[in-house]
């Protein structure tokens, strides 16, 4: 896919660029995404049937079971290219934030230094009833296992739907959009919010919105560039052409402190 030169330009002279990923961003690390048909145990349920404290409440040993599940694929999965070249974009500007609507982790093991986990991560556990982060407890055969505090059931540190936001997350990327000139949507359907808000705070602020997705989405009609591709293949082309770009118009690494 060719970049376009006018999208290049716009980086080229960008001083903050904002990115919120979603699921698409891990699919070539062969984590499904919440569009793709659950498969085997999980085939009969949809996410949201499973995402949320009233399925926890009802089935508890279900859901967790589910979580167990995605936990293990997302250990033995490995960043993939979209990763590795979100980590480098990082660098490339003097202010750069990475807001992930994902739940594993991956753009910090490919390297991402500040990512905005809206919505939690599958790798971190908590007491449902207390709140309070649990990074050990006594295998008693319990499932879900019980808190070793208060023997409440133990349950993955995401955000479930009708969940209120992680405040200063939100904030963050609130900010980050409102204050980005080119602000990129990577990898999302944007069809859950607040999330799905950000691209049009980042447009009602005057940013170029990017959109890298293989298919449309609500905002691909609203996108300065609509990159219809997989993002593991546009994002390691477009990072190739800004530092060729770099390199030709000897565009230095911006200076100044990073914030
Ligand atoms: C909230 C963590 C308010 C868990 C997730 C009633 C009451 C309260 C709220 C609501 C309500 N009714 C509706 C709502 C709002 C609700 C919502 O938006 N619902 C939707 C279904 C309409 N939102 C909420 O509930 C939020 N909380 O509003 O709180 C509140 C206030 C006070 C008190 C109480 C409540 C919380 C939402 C968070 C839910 N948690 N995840 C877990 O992971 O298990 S959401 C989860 O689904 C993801 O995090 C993500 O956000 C969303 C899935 O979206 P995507 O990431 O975009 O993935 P998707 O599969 O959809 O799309 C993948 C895309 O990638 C596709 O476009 C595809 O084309 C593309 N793609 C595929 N391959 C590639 C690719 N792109 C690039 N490259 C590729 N290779």
């Known amino acids: 896919m060719t970049i376009p030169a006018e999208l ?6 960008a001083k903050s660029v904002t990115v919120l990923t979603g699921a698409g961003v891990s699919a070539e690390s062969g984590v499904p995404t919440f569009r793709d048909a659950q498969t ?4 009969k349920f949809s996410p949201e049937e499973l995402a949320t404290p009233r399925a926890f409440r009802r089935n508890p040993r279900l859901v967790w079971e589910w979580y167990e599940w995605r936990r293990k694929l997302v250990a033995e999965a490995r960043p993939n290219p979209a990763h590795l070249a979100l980590a480098e974009m990082e660098k490339f500007f003097p202010r750069f934030h990475l807001i992930t609507q994902n739940v594993d982790g991956l753009h910090q093991r490919a390297g991402s230094r500040r990512v905005i986990e809206l919505h ?3 790798m971190r556990t908590k007491c449902f009833d207390e709140g309070t982060l649990v990074s050990s407890w006594e295998d008693t055969g319990d499932v879900p296992p019980k808190c070793p505090a208060c023997g409440g059931w133990l349950r993955p540190d995401v955000v479930w ?3 209120p936001m992680p405040e200063a997350e939100m904030e963050q990327a609130a900010t980050a959009s409102a204050t980005c000139d080119v602000f990129f949507s990577i990898g999302t359907s944007t069809v859950v919010y607040p999330a799905a808000a950000l691209p049009s705070e980042a447009l009602r602020s ?11 989405t609500p905002f691909t009609a609203q996108a300065h560039f609509a990159l219809a591709g997989a993002a593991g293949v ?7 052409a ?3 770009l770099r390199r030709s118009r000897r565009v230095t690494t911006f200076d100044g402190p990073r914030p």
């Open 206 to 216: 005057g940013a170029a919105l990017v959109e890298i997705n293989p298919q449309p």
């Open 161 to 163: 739907f009708e969940e």
């Open 234 to 240: 546009v994002l390691p082309e477009l990072m190739m």
């Open 120 to 122: 939690g991560n599958i």
């Open 40 to 43: 085997g145990l999980w085939a």
């Open 8 to 13: 290049l330009q716009r980086l080229a002279a």
């Open 242 to 244: 800004l530092n060729a």
